[in-house]
């Protein structure tokens, strides 16, 4: 199965992210991007791409490990970009920003334990982020630029993210569908 691992988002975040995903649409309707369904935004920490079934058992194990030494971390979602760069945009996101570390601190925790495992290590840095949409073509790259542009920095909101998720990437035409399959709570001590 394909997998990930993820931080959930929680309902009113979501809701304020659709509602501007639609603004961004109807801002620049010749934008060719696959807009993420709102209902499934969440802040991946780990891509693990097929997992054999055999397996899975394993990588829950090893995020249950985690999960015992890391406290609830607190997220604020907050303003828009692209990567690489709004200019040459292939994915569209919405910023996410904890007290200090504490977010890059869980991926590279979650990182090392599934290297561990024989999943590869990330070799780039970890940036918290929210998927939007990706940028299928550069069709109307220039509007959607001034329509990111002229929203500003909003703020989405905050929450505090208290598990971490083990999910399933079920691709269908329409999209993916991210299904939980082991979810862990955050128990170690707070900061």
Known sequence: MRC??????????????????AALRA?????????A??????????????VPDDRVSGVS???ATVATGVGPVRLVASGLGAFPSLGDARVLWAGIASAGSE????????DRALSGLGF???????????TLGRVRSPRGARGLADAVKSL??????????????????????TGALHVPVSRHALRGAGR
Request: aromatic residues 8%; hydrophobic residues 50%; glycine residues 4%.
């Open 4 to 21: 990930f691992v993820a931080l959930d988002v929680p309902e009113d975040v979501r809701v304020a992210l659709g509602e501007t995903q």
């Open 27 to 35: 801002a620049a309707p010749r934008a060719d991007v696959r807009w």
């Open 37 to 50: 369904a709102a209902a499934q935004l969440h802040l991946t920490l780990k891509f693990l791409g097929a």
């Open 61 to 63: 194990a090893a995020l």
């Open 103 to 110: 977010t890059a601190d869980l991926a590279e925790a979650v």
């Open 120 to 130: 590869p290590a990330e070799t780039r840095p970890f940036r918290a982020h929210l």
């Open 152 to 173: 500003g920095s909003p703020t989405f909101g905050s929450w505090v993210a208290d598990e971490l998720i083990l999910y399933e990437s079920r691709l269908r035409p």
